[in-house]
């Protein structure tokens, strides 16, 4: 790929959409493209912590997964978000697993190398401690939800969450999630079981909460559920 190929590709990403050409010169030569399978993945638990990814095309599952061998979904990145957020001024290992869901063209960018250009340009380190801190302010949010709300509420709050980042808005209002998140998928994310996930779409469905269409797709009116956490 050419460089004003990754160029164009890099500043479409809010990190570096205020960039001016020279700064986002310097970015794109250390940058790196490459395509990845469904199915691969990017990076293992424990791997050396090498790069950061910046997703143009596709969606990557970020998990954990315990001595047993249980998984633990951290999140479910698609295109124009970066991982892994730990990956700036850190050093070690890659702190989770990172597979590639669907087929995806990410862009590298070494973390050594990175780090470099982010001395010489101050304005894009306050950038990426503004990211950074948009991601701590989420994860407090999910910690505090396993903390105080009971399992309902989490999967109501889940739901809300999925809506708003993977799904899209229809003309009456509601939000249309694709039927892309497994409930293994739901329950590893928030920590409980596929057979509570189930049960609880279920009631639900049955409440009027939620619909689902004859793909298995929901719709969901995030009002509706917003009261329904308010009212428990």
Do not use: C
Request: hydrophobic share 40%; glycine share 6%; no cysteine.
């Amino acid at each position: 790929m050419k460089v004003e190929e990754i160029k164009k590709l890099l500043s479409g990403f809010t990190l570096f959409r205020d960039l001016n050409d020279y700064e986002l010169t310097k970015i794109t030569d250390i940058a790196i493209v490459r395509d990845w399978k469904k199915h691969s993945h990017v990076f293992l638990q424990g791997d050396p912590l090498e790069n950061v990814y910046f997703i143009f095309d596709g969606k990557i599952k970020i998990y954990k997964s315990d001595v047993s061998g249980k998984e633990q979904i951290v999140a479910i990145m698609k295109k124009g978000d970066m991982f892994p957020h730990v990956g700036f001024f850190r050093k070690g290992d890659y702190p989770a697993y990172s597979e590639v869901l669907e087929p995806s063209t990410l862009i590298a960018i070494p973390i050594s190398k990175f780090e470099h250009v982010l001395i010489e340009n101050p304005e894009l380190s306050i950038k990426v401690f503004k990211v950074l801190g948009e991601k701590i302010v989420d994860l407090q949010n999910r910690l505090e939800e396993q903390i105080l709300n009971n399992t309902y509420e989490q999967i109501v709050k889940l739901l809300i969450r999925l809506a708003k980042s993977h799904g899209k808005k229809q003309d009456d209002g509601t939000i249309l999630l694709k039927s892309e998140f497994t409930n293994k998928d739901l329950a590893n994310m928030i920590g409980t079981t596929r057979e509570t996930i189930s049960r609880t779409l279920t009631k639900m469905k049955k409440d009027d909460l939620i619909e689902v269409d004859e793909d298995g797709n929901m719709i969901i009116d995030i009002e509706i559920l917003m009261e329904e956490i308010h009212l428990i």
